[in-house]
Every structure is written in structure tokens, then in C-alpha cells.
């Protein structure tokens, strides 16, 4: 890692049926309509397997702090 670079790990807990959470994580690249002022991109960098296993997302976002960041996310379990 370079000094700009910074690893966090996150585990997020949603209110919805197993099947909701699922549908929403599998088009991630929905995010930026859903919303658009925090998601200003996002990009299936790879496709994972028949489960979504493997999938590969980056995303450009921002917040109120006045930064914005580059991140990626990978589906480990479904």
C-alpha cells in the first residue's frame, strides 16, 4: 500500500428478506440510480460464478466530508 492507500473491512447488516439483500447485491451497478449523489460510479470489474461468488465491483463515491473515494468490493459468500 501506498500512504493514500487504506484497507478497511466491513460487514453490514441490512433489514430484508435473504432474497432482497441478494437481488440488490447482485446489480450493484445499480447503486449510482438509487443514489446518485453518494454513488457517482460503479463499475462490474469481474463477473464471479453462477452465485455472484467472486464478483468484483469498484466504486467512486462520496459523503459529506469533502473527499471522495475509490473503492472495491468482492462477494466472498452468498
Given at each position: 500500500?501506498t500512504?493514500?492507500?487504506?484497507?478497511?473491512?466491513?460487514h453490514?447488516?441490512?433489514?430484508?428478506?435473504?432474497?432482497?439483500?441478494?437481488?440488490?447485491?447482485?446489480?450493484?451497478t445499480?447503486?449510482?440510480?438509487?443514489?446518485?449523489?453518494?454513488?457517482?460510479d460503479v463499475?462490474?470489474?469481474?463477473?464471479?460464478?453462477?452465485?455472484?461468488?467472486g464478483?468484483?465491483?469498484?466504486?467512486?463515491?462520496?459523503?459529506?466530508?469533502?473527499?471522495?473515494?475509490?473503492?472495491?468490493?468482492?462477494?466472498i459468500?452468498?
Open positions: 500500500m500512504a493514500n492507500e487504506y484497507h478497511f473491512i466491513t453490514w447488516r441490512i433489514k430484508g428478506t435473504v432474497k432482497e439483500v441478494s437481488d440488490v447485491l447482485s446489480q450493484a445499480d447503486l449510482v440510480r438509487w443514489w446518485p449523489s453518494v454513488y457517482l463499475q462490474e470489474a469481474e463477473a464471479g460464478d453462477e452465485n455472484g461468488i464478483k468484483v465491483v469498484h466504486l467512486y463515491t462520496k459523503g459529506w466530508l469533502p473527499y471522495t473515494l475509490c473503492w472495491s468490493f468482492r462477494v459468500e452468498s
